[in-house]
């Protein structure tokens, strides 16, 4: 069987967040651009859950270099693809990050993708490089929001929906809470409704 075509994976942007299944881990997501295979359009994300990191910030990664054994080895990063119908296991070797930067911090991904029985594709080796998403700060979140709805035309706390709407197509809020996000859009536009009105 032939490998699977490592070439239409492009990483559109990674987030890395508290993990989900380890208390003390973390889970890495990177979200892949749309793709065709077999005639049939994929849209996916390479997951990594539960990785042990010396550090949960993106300062304290910068210039690292971390190697990890594989699955079943203690410690292996719990990582999978969605293609063909069905996960695939995502074994990581290393993760190298490097300097951090406005935009986020650049991380190289080592390891393979391992396709299960009856598969179309033999175990493919990948080396794939993303860049994990600054957290937007306090004062950029307002500036957003306030942008946000402006270029909208929104000025009143009850057309809330609508800048919600708008900021959930950015990729830097994808995995933000909404019901937090949403109240703070909701007093933003509180805000500035009572600026308005002086």
């Not at 079943?72 to 074994?91: F, K, L, Q, T, W």
């Not at 993708?113 to 307002?142: C, K, M, Q, V, Y």
């Amino acid at each position: 069987m032939p490998a699977f075509p490592v070439a239409l994976l492009q990483p559109l942007v990674a987030h890395l967040l508290p993990s989900a299944i380890h208390a003390h881990g973390a889970d890495l997501q990177i979200e892949l651009a749309p793709f065709v295979l077999g005639g049939a359009p994929v849209r996916t994300a390479i997951r990594l859950d539960g990785v042990s990191l010396p550090s949960p910030s993106l300062e304290g990664l910068a210039g690292r270099r971390l190697l990890f054994p594989l699955n079943p080895e203690p410690g292996y990063i719990d990582g999978s693809i969605y293609v063909d119908g069905r996960h695939h296991a995502v074994d990581v070797s290393e993760l190298r990050f490097g300097e951090l930067d406005p935009h986020g911090l650049p991380v190289t991904l080592e390891g393979w993708i391992h396709f299960d029985d009856g598969t179309r594709f033999d175990d493919t080796p990948l080396s794939l490089a993303a860049r994990i998403a600054r957290p937007l700060s306090e004062p950029e979140l307002d500036a957003l929001i306030d942008n946000t709805a402006a270029e909208a035309g929104i000025a009143t706390a009850h057309q809330s929906g609508k800048v919600m709407a708008a900021l959930s197509r950015n990729p830097r809020l994808r995995h933000a809470d909404m019901a937090l996000l949403h109240a703070r859009v909701q007093a933003r536009l509180l805000i500035a409704e009572a600026r308005k009105a002086r």
